[in-house]
Structure formats: C-alpha cells, structure tokens
C-alpha cells in the first residue's frame, strides 16, 4: 500500500505514524479538524440550539457524532481529500478533570461548559488539604468512561475513540483553584501548589489508563484532533504557560508534563496563548512529541526554529484570527509552507473558511446574516494547489 | 519610600503594609506615599507587564501588595488624604466567568489612584446599568473572554442607552477575543488590549 497516494484510514492512519516517528515526508500533513462534537457545538451555537442537551444526553452527542463523521467523511471524499482521521469522542467541556476534586461544572443552554472553582477567591491556601483525593470515577469522569465505552460499542469500533477535554495537570489545578490565588500561590504558598499538582496528575495518568481499558483503539489526544496512536504520546493543553514565566512554568510545571510523558511514551503539548517566551522551557520536555499553537498566537517562525528538528509541529488558526490576521485560510496556509524548511513533523490544521463567506462568532454576535461554515467548493482543490506547489 | 516601592514591586504584601504604617506614623502624608511610591511601583510592573518582562503571577502579587497598602491608607484619605483620581465601574459580561483580565485592569487602575467598584463576572446589562446610575463613574470598563459572550457587550452599551447614562460614562471594552474594531461597532468609546491601555484611556477620560 502507498500511503501517499491511497486515501484509505489505513493509510492516513500510515502517514501519520510516519509524521509521528518523523520520518521526511513527501509533503505535510494537513487536516480539517473535524472534531465530532466541537464542531455539533459551534452549529448549535449557530442555530441557538439548546448546547446543554448536546453536552449531557449521551445518546444525543453519539447520534450528532456520527451524523457529523458522515458528512465529513462525504466532505473529505469530495473536497477535501485531507489527512484527518475520523473518530468518537465524549465530551463535557474543560472541567471534567476539576470536577473529580468537586469542582461545579455549568451547563449553559447558550455556551460550552463552565467550571466553578472549588478553592474560591480568598480560600486559605491550606484548603488544598481538605480536597478529597480523586478517582477514575469521580465528578463527571465516570460518566466519560461510560460514554467512551458506549460510543466504541454502539459504531461496533468503527471510529477510534479520542480523549475527553484532557487539560494537564496545571490548567486542571487552575480550575479547581481561584486562577488569580492559585497564581499568586505560587510565591506565597508553593507546597500546596505542588501537592494541588501531585493529585492532578496522579488523576491524569489514573483516568488515561482507565480510558484505554474502556474502549478498542484510543487515541490519546483530545485536542488537536489529530490521529496519535496509543502509546506514541499524551495530548496535554498547557494554555497557563502562556502567562507564566519561564522559571514558574518550570517549577510547578514541567515536572508533571515530564513525569505524563514519560507514562505515556511522549506528550504533545497544546497551548492557545502566546508561549513563545517558553521555547527554552519546553525545550527540557522529556520526550516532547508534538507542539500545537495558533499562528496568530505564537510566532511560527519562532517555534518552527526550536522544534522542527525533533518534534511535530502543527500550527493552527481559530476562524476568529483567521479572519483578523489573514483573508482566509489560503493565504494563512501560505504563510506557514512557505516557512517551513522541511516536511518531516509538520502537520497544519486548516479551519475551512473560504474566503467569500466567513461566519464567526463575531458575525453571529452582530446579528449578521450565518450562511455556512464555508462556501468555497473548491477549498480542498486550493489547499492542494499551495500544498503540491511547497511540498 | 524607595524601600516601600521596591516591596511593592516585589509583591511583599505584609512588609509594604507595614513600611506605610511606619511611614504614615512618622508623618509622611498619604499623597506623598501614592504618588512617590505606590503609583511609580505599580507603573513600573505594568510596563514591564506589557513588555513581556514579568508575567501575570509577578503583576498580581504586585497589586495585591498595592491594595494592602491601600488599606492601611484609605482612612487617611477619608480624613482629608488625597482622594481618588476618579471612578471605575468594572465587570466581565452576562454569560462569561472569565476575570483574569478584568481583576488586572481593576487592579492597574487602583494602582493609578482610581476607585473601582467590581461588580463580578457574569454581570447583566442590568446590574451594569444600576451600577452607573449608582455610582456615576467616569468610565464603565466592561470585559469579556468567549466570542460566544461579546454580543453581551453591544446589550450592555444599548442597556445603558436606553436608560439614558450613556453619554455620562466613557466605555471602553476588552478580552480576548476582541478587536479594536469591534468597540465602534458596538458603541463603545475604546477597547483596551491590555491593562496598561486601560489605565491610560481612564486617565485621559478624567481629564476631558
């Protein structure tokens, strides 16, 4: 089989073992990322659909799920004809972690998820000692692992079965805790920081387990959506590091990402911020895999220099900065290929927004007409133009 | 004083506070501590915030020594201190418990001498409004995080239209998401990339 021409899951599923080992490429990876259920969430946001009943009925976010892998796959065969790999993933926002430590989580009819923290503003820092350790099954996570295995069983494993929402271990902390005490305790009161820390990751490496018992295949990053087989990595989002400095994200950090990849064969940070004053940091990552940032965010140039050598890249646009800082993803897809010095470990996630029709959150907020994620039925045909034309 | 500046900036809430006792009790007035000590200090780490030399943990302990301080000082001011610059209302939107960004403008703005009232997170046009009416502030600071929750923003600026407080308060805006374009699509009178951009257009407002 030739992975590189074949469009079968077997051989997407081939390239993206050969990005992973970081083989040298013929072209870069690029996908749409059609994740199941974030995608059901931005159409019932469009279409003021109640979000609520998408995040907490299971039948719902399964039947959604599969109606949204069936149109992207005719997308994919049609247009696209892109790398990503279709899959199943249960999902109840970012606080399902912080919920294992009693954390409340809200659902919103009208948004995603949101998380209470439970050592409020002006809690003594001591309060850390009161939380009950976690299991597997605590808070919302037993209801994860139950969806997980109901999703796998009931599409009889037709689809890998991606991670719920995993934050790491300090974006978890950060929402169990009051984010500004939390930071301010890490001068003030760095012993209950590390043990807040200790739990969660504890916790992490607990549920992941867990989860691969739960299902077939599982693919063990939440976001990006990307294919990463077991065993390759952990998806961790890392987004406070963009608002720490360099010597904090190291003390309170990178010892738990470290200890996270060294369970789980490497880990693929992701962060929304701007994190490039933490390059030199991350560079002491044991086994850092992959990295996933925005463009508009974080500079490519600058993370394509530290990191293209060894580790995966995969850069990304939100429709929101894409609209801002680019035309469309054309030009923002041109921007990053003609950067980029090789093709080993480079993988771009495109958001489909074509140029004549963009609907953000920005229009829908404005009241502005919502025709359609995008409009452009040559998109795939173009990002194959630049892709063929850079490769 | 240059010892009180440097425990601000350091962020060694107990030991600033103690240094203004100290000086209060030798007779500095409380002018003279805010303006050449506390103000500098917390000038000084906005901008070296807004450079990117120190990061969100070193401003807040910062700001929070600033309030410490401020409340060894506020009785002064109430018995004929200096007063306060001006008034700020400041709130994250309906819909949105983001208030990183909001609690470090409220905080920038108190270390410029500004009394602000905090009205939360997930604040509704509403309360905004009865805030303004209440407290008659020179600027009502109004922050939201999601793009899913900016639409609040444009309610509150019509909120405050239709109960005619508008042209009594300047508006400025910000958070993530948003742009300095959408501030006059919706109305509102300045967006504020960041805490330091808040203060700054707070102050010019006052000077109008």
């Known amino acids: ?391 | 004083m240059e010892q009180l500046a440097e425990l601000v900036k350091e962020g060694k809430a107990e030991e600033a506070a103690g240094r203004v006792r100290e000086l209060l009790d030798g007779g500095a007035s409380a002018d003279a501590l805010m303006k050449e000590a506390m103000i500098p200090a917390m000038e000084e780490v906005g901008d070296l915030f807004q450079q990117g030399k120190v990061y969100l943990p070193e401003m807040l302990i910062a700001a929070r020594a600033m309030q410490g301080c401020m409340d060894v000082i506020k009785p002064a001011m109430a018995t004929g201190g200096p007063g306060f610059l001006g008034k700020v209302v400041i709130g994250t939107v309906r819909g949105d418990i983001h208030d990183i960004g909001k609690n470090l403008v409220g905080m920038t703005l108190e270390g410029a001498g500004f009394e602000v009232i905090d009205l939360g997170v997930d604040v509704s046009p509403e309360r905004f409004t009865e805030a303004v009416r209440e407290h008659s502030p020179q600027v009502l600071g109004i922050s939201a995080l999601l793009t899913t929750t900016m639409l609040a923003m444009k309610d509150t600026i019509d909120a405050l239209r239709e109960a005619g407080l508008r042209d009594g308060v300047k508006v400025m805006i910000g958070g993530a998401a948003v742009r300095g374009e959408f501030a006059g699509e919706i109305g509102a009178d300045f967006f504020g990339p960041d805490s330091t951009s808040a203060r700054d257009f707070a102050r010019e407002a006052i000077s109008r």
């Open chain 1, 1 to 391: 089989m030739d992975i590189w021409k074949e469009q079968s899951v077997e051989a997407r599923k081939g390239r993206w073992r050969a990005l992973w080992e970081l083989e040298d490429l013929p072209r870069p990876l690029w996908f749409v990322p059609a994740s199941p259920m974030l995608t059901a969430a931005q159409m019932y946001g469009m279409q003021r659909l109640p979000m609520d009943e998408l995040f907490t009925d299971r039948d719902l976010q399964f039947g959604i799920s599969m109606t949204v892998n069936a149109a992207f796959e005719e997308m994919q065969r049609a247009s696209y004809r892109d790398d990503f790999i279709p899959h199943l993933q249960p999902q109840m926002g970012v606080g399902v972690f912080a919920s294992a430590f009693g954390c409340e989580v809200a659902f919103p009819p009208d948004q995603m998820p949101w998380t209470y923290p439970v050592i409020k503003a002006g809690d003594p820092a001591d309060k850390v000692y009161e939380l009950e350790t976690p299991t597997v099954r605590s808070g919302l996570l037993g209801d994860m692992l139950d969806y997980a295995r109901y999703f796998d069983e009931k599409a009889e494993h037709r689809y890998p079965i991606a991670m719920t929402d995993l934050q790491g271990p300090m974006d978890t902390a950060y929402l169990v805790w009051d984010s500004c005490d939390f930071m301010v305790a890490m001068y003030e009161h760095p012993a209950e920081v590390h043990y807040l820390m200790r739990l969660c990751t504890d916790l992490i490496k607990d549920f992941v387990k867990e989860f691969r018992r739960q299902v077939k295949e599982m693919v063990p990053a939440h976001f990006p959506p990307v294919y990463l087989p077991d065993g390759m990595g952990l998806a961790v989002s890392e987004d406070v590091m963009a608002v720490l400095s360099p010597s904090l994200w190291e003390e309170f950090s990178l010892p738990y990402v470290n200890e996270l990849s060294e369970e789980f064969g490497g880990v693929l940070v992701h962060s929304c911020g701007n994190f490039e004053h933490q390059v030199p940091a991350l560079k002491k990552v044991r086994g850092l895999r992959g990295i996933n940032f925005g463009v508009s965010e974080t500079r490519f140039d600058a993370i394509w220099e530290a990191f293209a050598e060894d580790t995966v890249v995969i850069p990304h646009c939100t429709a929101e900065t894409l609209v801002a800082d680019f035309k469309n993803a054309f030009e923002w897809v041109e921007y990053v290929l003609k950067r980029k010095t090789h093709n080993r470990g480079l993988a771009l996630m495109v958001i489909p927004v074509g140029g004549n029709v963009h609907k953000t959150d920005r229009d829908i907020a404005l009241g502005r007409p919502v025709d359609g994620f995008t409009d452009a039925p040559d998109f795939g045909d173009r990002i194959w133009e630049l892709i063929d034309r850079y490769a």
